[in-house]
């Protein structure tokens, strides 16, 4: 049996797309509180969050860039275990309306494109594709296709134009572990907690400050799925033009669509 039969609805190429792109450490700002509102207990040191700031003022102030990754997500098979697969994705993003990614490895390749009022999705394998419309910008676009869609990118967060807010929201411990060296670049190794979330960041410690790694575990969900993803090839002068985030329709190909149902799916990695 193909694995992708194993982990996804069949008919809905949003169900193919939320076991490729793995969950984001995505949490809206109503359902969770800020430092400042955190527990009286929790452990917040300054060091950390100086770290994770810096390399937000980095993402925040490029107008454009592109990175790859390589994923590993585990995933809930309907046998009941959970499935570990392995991805990598091309990532290119133009503030304030403009992305697009492309993920290949064992599991099917996809093709996903925002250009500022529709997102899109094509699966080459099996030669279908999803459209619908979606909110003007990456900030509000994100988080509307994980509610209607069930799709979630690991990476939602660096993403946005402020990333400081939403990776400290509801923070209840920020901790520096030490130093490493990923892919080469000497790195800043920090951990954080969060209600349901426990995850970490290698963010280098030059200049740039861009992440070069991210795990996620997610412990309220039954066997502490983890999600890591290896950042490389980072651009942040590209250059992208609006041609490079529009979808065109592959001749021959199907439309099937993004199912509300999957929310409930995706609900089963939190």
Not at 46 to 62: F, G, H, I, V
Not at 184 to 211: D, M, Q, T, Y
Request: proline share 7%; with cysteine.
């Amino acid at each position: 049996m193909k694995m992708h039969r194993l982990l996804t609805t069949a008919g809905s190429l949003a169900g193919f797309l939320t076991v490729v792109l793995s969950p984001a450490v995505l949490v809206a700002a109503e359902e969770s509180p800020s430092p400042k509102t955190a527990a009286p207990n929790a452990h917040l040191e300054q060091k950390a969050l100086d770290e994770l700031k810096r390399m937000s003022a980095t993402l925040a102030a490029a107008n454009a860039f592109t990175f790859r990754t390589s994923n590993t997500v585990e995933v809930p098979a309907d046998t009941g275990q959970y499935i570990t697969l392995f991805a990598t994705s091309e990532i290119a993003l133009r503030r304030p309306n403009k992305l697009r990614a492309r993920v290949t490895g064992e599991v099917p390749n996809f093709d996903f494109a925002y250009d500022g009022s529709t997102i899109a999705a094509f699966a080459a394998n099996n030669n279908v594709y999803s459209v619908s419309k979606a909110p003007g910008t990456v900030d509000a676009m994100l988080p509307f296709v994980e509610k209607e869609t069930g799709i979630r990118f690991a990476s939602a967060n660096l993403l946005l134009s402020d990333p400081y807010a939403a990776l400290t929201k509801g923070l209840t411990s920020a901790v520096v572990v030490g130093t490493d060296t990923v892919q080469g670049e000497p790195c800043e190794h920090l951990a954080f907690r969060a209600p349901g979330l426990n995850w970490e960041i290698w963010i280098e410690s030059g200049p740039r400050a861009l992440p070069r790694r991210l795990e996620i575990t997610y412990t309220e969900a039954t066997n502490f799925p983890r999600s890591l993803v290896e950042f490389s090839h980072w651009n942040l002068h590209p250059w992208l033009s609006d041609g490079d985030f529009e979808f065109n329709k592959p001749s021959g190909a199907k439309e099937i669509a993004f199912l509300p149902e999957l929310k409930a799916k995706a609900a089963r990695l939190k």
